[in-house]
Each structure stands twice: as C-alpha cells, then as structure tokens.
C-alpha cells in the first residue's frame, strides 16, 4: 500500500503493470481490486456496460424512426457472431438499412432547407 499525502493508495497493479492510483477501502485495495468486493465489482462494471455514455448519447442522437433499425443491426450482429444469421443476410440488412438513412437524412435536410428558404425568415 502507497500512502500520499494522508490518502492509502491502492497496493494492485493495473493491467498495463503501472501501480494502481485508486483510493485503498478494503485490506490494502480499492474496489475494483478487492479480492472481498470481487462479486459487487463485477456487477458494477456489469451495470456500468448497460448505462454506457455513449449508449445514452445515442438514444439522443438517433430520430426515434432509426431507433428499431438501429436494434435490428445490433441483434443481427450478435447473431452473425453465434452463427444464427448468414453473413450474406446481414449485409443485405445493413446494405438497406444505409439507404433507409440516407433517404431520411436527404428529407430532414430538405425541410430543413426550405424552412430556412421561407419568405419572412431573413
């Protein structure tokens, strides 16, 4: 265990063998390396995947008409990974499903332009 300042670092390494710089809770360890806490790490890292930024940002991001392509693709690929899905399908899926996107986006942009080309708008 390091001590800095008043503060226990934790005595683990890190996966790329650098010291780990998280606070010690539990027998010289933080959490994430806590042979004790292993079973509650394990869930949070778990809980962590599911509510991932990203994954938020991108239920923002997409037009909710995308929203069910979007999880189509994702289930398709987790099948094409188990050998559920022939490759050959999933491309075609994807294949649409770019140009289901691009029809919407080219119609989003086109409202968007007469909108802005509306007398009384300058």
């Known amino acids: 265990m390091v001590k800095v300042g008043k503060q226990l670092l934790c005595k683990a390494k890190r996966v790329d063998g650098q010291p780990c710089r998280a606070s010690a809770i539990s027998q010289g360890y933080c959490f994430a390396h806590s042979p004790e806490l292993a079973a509650k790490a394990r869930e949070a890292r778990s809980l962590g995947g599911l509510n ?3 994954i938020v940002r991108l239920g923002k991001l997409l037009p909710p008409r995308l929203i069910p392509v979007f999880d189509t693709l994702e289930s ?3 099948e094409v990974h188990s050998g559920d899905l022939e490759p050959k399908a ?3 899926m994807a294949a649409l499903a770019s140009a289901m996107v691009k029809v919407l986006t080219s119609g989003e942009l086109e409202e968007r332009l007469r ?3 509306e007398p009384g708008r300058r």
């Open 76 to 78: 398709a690929l987790y």
């Open 115 to 117: 909108k802005l080309e």
């Open 52 to 54: 991932k930024a990203r």
């Open 90 to 92: 999933a491309s075609a």
